[in-house]
Structures are given as structure tokens and as C-alpha cells.
């Protein structure tokens, strides 16, 4: 997969920008809040209709505008895409594939694949359960249309949910409610878990391998799927995950009831990291929690490969000067093959990377 081009339209710090990029590596240099993660942000939401880092869309809109444009030249499976992304301040967003407009995000899916790996990703082992989710949910957004539309019913319905819980002793009325919410809830929870657990089976497949080469086999990276406490195999179809779902709230029902909040579903899901025998997050050092960080992001990459036939586009946010030489020369090495953009400060030098093009952001402005 390919970005051919990016246009950008009061998005972030950016009046305008039109840029072409080359199909193997785009060095995105210069200082710091100039703009260069902004680059790499509205190349990411094209592929999902997700910001690593913004909770609402309107986050992305220059200050004091009302709208903002990411439009993307896109190659995908041997066809050409423009993938268009309009973004209103108060009224939602809108998006478009090839003049199309689409009716979910969903749509999105299989178009265009991303990868990106960012600072933040280096605590993706140490941080709470919140970060593997997101990580879990952004990859696989990506790949599984229905996916996308269950997450957002089951964010939907457990935001309502919260709200009964919290405000019941107010108005006891709304309990009357409880039970349609349980019941909508564990449908679509059944669906999240079930896809959850096929993609961590596809991440044991390859984050090991990548770890042990990482390590130079002196590591054994192991990965388990921490859900529901009452389902039994969460590999299994929805269809038998719902009554283990309904079981489990009902055991929990006064509980949520007794505390005001919401404490049986996935939205409590983690994704256990092991690093020979012990816990990585609480006992990983910075360098382990490094390489296993680095190892879920190389596998997620070769799973998008597997599943699409070609290599996602990768996104490195100044993460490379984060790491030691020899991680460096890891990754470098690791990513050989498909379109990758990397961001670093204006004085570094990245060695072994060869031939592509280099992109000089000041301030918003492609110089």
C-alpha cells in the first residue's frame, strides 16, 4: 500500500499542504511542534477514522476554524483511491473513497493499512490495561469492518450504562433500564471479545519470533488474552460467548448496582506480556519493555501483510532516536519492503536508511 499524496486543509497547524511522497522512505525532519507527528496523524486517520491521540475529531481543527480536510492518494490492492476525511467543528466529520461518501468508518477497512508507532508506544507494556486496548482496537479496526461498528455500540451503550449507574439513587426509575442495557451490551461484548481473541492468537504467531531475533534469543516473549472471567474459550462464536456474558452480570449485577459502576464486559479486557516467566509490567526493564513494545508493533505490520497481501504503510514518530544503535539497526532491517515515513529532529541522521525522499516541516509549512 501506497500514499501517493497528502492534502491537508486547516488541519492541526496546517493552513494548507500538498505533498507527494516517495513509495519506500519519506524522512520528515525539523525541529520540535513544527508539525511532523501532525503529518503522520492525518496519514493514520485516513486508514481507520482514529487519532492516536485525539479523544474527539474537533481536536484536530486549527484553532478558531470551523473545518478541516485530509485527502490522501492512495494504491491499494493495484487500484488507485482518494480517500477524503472532512472534518466540522459541533457537526461530526464526513468521509469519502473516490468521491463516495461513506456511511461508517467501517468502509474504511482493507483501503488503506497503517502502522504507527509513536513515544507513547514505548509504555505500551508498563502503562495500565487502557493503552493494550487501544492497541488491540486501532489494529483491528483496520482489518474488520463489523469490528468497528460493535466497538462503537458497545462505547455507546456502556457510556449510557455508566450514566444509570451513577444517577440511579437520584432517579430509581432507571434501573427499569438495567436489563435492556446488560443484554445489548453482552451481544455486542460477545462480538469484541471474539475478534480480540483471533488477533492475539495472530500476535502469539509472530511478536515471539520477532522478539527472540530482538533478544538474540536470549528472551521468550508470551502473550495471553485476560477477559471475561466466566468465558471459557474466547475464540468461540458470539453465539456462545452471550449467555457466559449474561452470567457473568448477573453474578455482578448488585455489585455495579452497590458501587455505581459499570464492572462486568471487555471494556475491562488486558493483554497479558510475559518476558521469560515474569510480568513484564512490573518487572521488565527499560530495555525489555522497549523490545517488546517494538516487537508487538513489527508483528501487527506482518499480520496486516498476511491479511491484505501487502505491506501496511509504517509510521515511526521520532521513536528511532529513543532507541540504542543496535535497536536501530533492528528495526531498520526488520522494515525492509513497503512505504514507510519516518519523523526525527532536524540534526540527527538516521544511518541505513537509502534512496527516498527527505521533507523539511517549519511551522505548519513544507520547505
Not at 509513536?118 to 495500565?128: N, T, V
Not at 482489518?143 to 455507546?156: C, D, F
Request: aromatic share 8%; charged share 25%; with cysteine.
Amino acid at each position: 500500500m501506497i500514499v501517493k499524496s497528502l492534502e491537508l486543509d486547516l488541519f492541526r497547524n496546517y493552513t494548507h499542504l500538498k505533498a507527494d511522497f516517495d513509495e519506500r522512505v519519506n524522512l520528515i525532519y525539523g525541529d520540535n511542534a513544527q508539525g511532523k507527528t501532525n503529518l503522520l496523524e492525518a496519514v493514520a486517520y485516513l486508514s481507520a477514522a482514529r487519532s492516536h491521540r485525539a479523544r474527539y475529531d474537533r481536536e484536530m481543527i486549527m484553532l478558531d476554524m470551523d473545518s478541516a480536510l485530509i485527502k490522501g492518494g492512495v494504491v491499494s490492492r493495484n487500484r488507485e483511491f482518494s480517500l477524503e476525511a472532512r472534518l466540522f467543528r459541533g457537526r461530526g466529520r464526513q468521509l469519502f473513497s473516490n468521491g463516495v461518501k461513506l456511511k461508517t468508518a467501517g468502509e474504511l477497512a482493507g483501503i488503506l493499512t497503517t502502522v504507527l508507532f509513536c513515544p507513547e508506544d514505548l509504555s505500551l507494556i508498563r502503562a495500565g490495561a487502557a493503552e493494550r486496548r487501544r492497541f488491540l482496537d486501532g489494529a483491528i479496526c483496520q482489518l474488520r469492518p463489523r469490528y468497528v461498528q460493535a466497538l462503537a455500540e458497545y462505547n455507546r451503550l456502556y457510556e449510557h450504562k455508566t450514566r444509570i449507574l451513577r444517577d440511579w439513587p437520584e432517579n430509581p426509575s432507571l434501573l427499569q433500564t438495567l436489563d435492556d442495557f446488560n443484554l445489548r451490551m453482552a451481544q455486542t461484548g460477545a462480538m469484541i471479545i471474539h475478534y480480540r481473541a483471533h488477533f492475539i492468537k495472530r500476535l502469539r504467531e509472530h511478536a515471539p519470533a520477532v522478539h527472540r531475533d530482538f533478544s538474540g534469543g536470549r528472551e521468550e516473549l508470551e502473550l495471553t488474552y485476560e477477559t471475561v472471567s466466566s468465558v471459557t474459550c474466547p475464540m468461540a462464536q458470539p453465539r456462545e460467548l452471550l449467555p457466559q456474558l449474561l452470567d457473568h452480570q448477573r453474578k455482578h449485577r448488585q455489585a455495579e448496582i452497590d458501587s455505581r459502576q459499570c464492572l462486568s464486559g471487555p471494556h475491562k479486557d488486558d493483554l497479558s506480556v510475559v518476558i521469560g516467566g515474569q510480568s513484564a509490567k512490573t518487572y521488565a526493564s527499560q530495555g525489555q519493555t522497549r523490545t517488546a513494545a517494538l516487537s508487538l508493533k513489527l508483528a501487527q505490520r506482518e499480520i496486516f501483510q498476511e491479511e491484505t497481501g501487502e505491506w501496511p504503510v509504517l509510521l515511526l514518530d521520532d521513536v528511532l532516536s529513543e532507541l540504542d544503535a543496535k535497536r536501530q539497526a533492528f528495526v531498520l532491517n526488520r522494515i525492509q519492503g513497503g512505504q514507510v515515513f519516518i519523523t526525527c529532529c532536524e540534526e540527527e541522521k538516521l544511518e541505513g536508511l537509502e534512496g527516498g525522499r527527505a521533507f523539511h516541516i517549519q511551522n505548519g509549512n513544507l520547505i
